[in-house]
């Protein structure tokens, strides 16, 4: 099933992932929305950035693209285009052919998707021999090829070790080297240095930075840190339990906010100057998945809402060709913001 070409790498349209419950008095299931109305497109040899606080759907948007998504929930609605290709009609065996090869994910922990059993070498040659690369020679240089990318010296050491023998940082390198083993043509990293140190998060951002600019290998970076998508994202989305409120570049999202969850979250980066302070993050919390939520899901932390947010869901609202919002707000603030550059 081929949908009308396009310059875009990966399409992402009105997505919704449900989480189904069983009603026990009913006897029926229903869904509740986990994921709504979802739409992003990465084009070649892009970074675009997904951030929001825990529980918004950041991964659950990442899974329905891997098709992965948990046992309970299931895609309600929406369509995934990757290469020109419906991922969410295609069946398990053609999807098996572009996941782990041109399509690949890197996650947290790097432990719960390497083996603790199997050797590092195997590890890495295991894609390339799934996706068809079947000579000794040719498996070999492709693995050697990417350690080396990743900074992975001593390689011969290394193929043969364990991963519990190795550290964090090391181990995130081995994940990135199995991801790019196969020359991807989009990454999915869901917040791939949030369990990692200051220096080495810093190495892994900069590694993948590098990945992205030799090879022009896009990437669809997950992350709730502000300061790591400033860092290195092109675009970046902001959702808010479920839904996308706030796009674009990233120097008009993060320096030229207008929908007032960026606002917070951008006030909730921690700076030189508020070491020690308390951080100024936002009053509430998000809310739960079963929570009724009526117009604006953020209403009821949002400074300025007023009636209006608390009825509706505001459509999205281009500001220009780089940035969209969905605010009832917006019109006013938008003004504002431009008059002041
Ligand atoms: N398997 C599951 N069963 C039930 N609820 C789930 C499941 N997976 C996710 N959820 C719920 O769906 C919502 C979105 O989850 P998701 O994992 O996408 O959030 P996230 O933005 O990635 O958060 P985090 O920053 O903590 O990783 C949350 O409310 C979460 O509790
Ligand atoms: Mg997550």
């Known amino acids: 099933m081929r949908a009308p070409a396009s310059q875009s790498l990966l399409r992402v349209e009105h997505l919704g992932v449900g989480l189904r419950q069983r009603q026990r008095r009913q006897k029926r299931q229903h869904t509740i929305r986990a994921v709504e109305d979802v739409s992003l497109t990465v084009n070649a040899g892009e970074i675009v950035g997904i951030v929001g606080e825990s529980g918004c ?4 948007t990442a899974l329905s693209v891997m098709g992965l998504l948990p046992a309970a929930m299931e895609l309600v609605g929406g369509s995934i285009v990757f290469e020109n290709e419906r991922l969410d009609q295609l069946r398990e065996r053609n999807l098996n052919a572009i996941r782990g090869n041109r399509l690949t994910m890197i996650f947290q922990e790097p432990m719960s998707s390497l083996n ?3 050797r590092i070498g195997r590890q890495l040659a295991e894609p390339l021999v799934l996706h068809g690369v079947s000579t000794a020679g040719a498996i070999r240089e492709r693995v050697l090829e990417a350690m080396g990318k990743v900074g992975l010296r001593d390689p011969e050491t290394l193929l043969r070790a364990y991963p519990h023998q190795l550290s ?3 181990l995130q390198r081995v994940m990135i080297a199995a991801a790019i083993v196969c020359r991807p ?3 999915i990293a869901d917040e791939p240095t949030t369990a990692l140190d200051v220096t080495t998060q810093a190495q892994i951002l900069r ?3 590098q990945i992205n600019q030799t090879d022009q290998t896009s990437i669809l970076f997950i992350s709730h840190d502000l300061g790591v998508i400033n860092q290195i994202c092109d675009q970046v989305l902001v959702m808010y339990a479920g839904r996308i409120v706030e796009r674009g570049t990233v120097g008009n999202v993060l ?4 929908h007032e969850y960026t606002k917070g979250l951008i006030k909730s980066i921690p700076t030189r100057r508020s070491k020690g302070a308390p951080l100024p993050s936002i009053r509430g919390r998000v ?4 929570e009724e939520k009526a117009g604006c899901a953020f209403a009821p932390r949002c400074p300025a809402a007023h ?10 609202l281009a500001l220009s060709d780089f940035h969209q919002v969905n605010c009832f707000l917006a019109d006013v603030e938008s003004e504002m913001e431009y008059v002041r550059i």
């Open 57 to 60: 759907g950041k991964s659950l």
């Open 207 to 209: 590694l993948l930075r």
């Open 307 to 316: 009636s209006q947010c608390f009825l509706e869901v505001p459509d999205e």
């Open 168 to 170: 964090g940082g090391m």
């Open 255 to 258: 320096w030229h906010p207008v």
């Open 185 to 187: 043509r989009l990454i």
């Open 287 to 290: 809310p739960a998945l079963a």
């Open 116 to 118: 603790p059993l199997m």
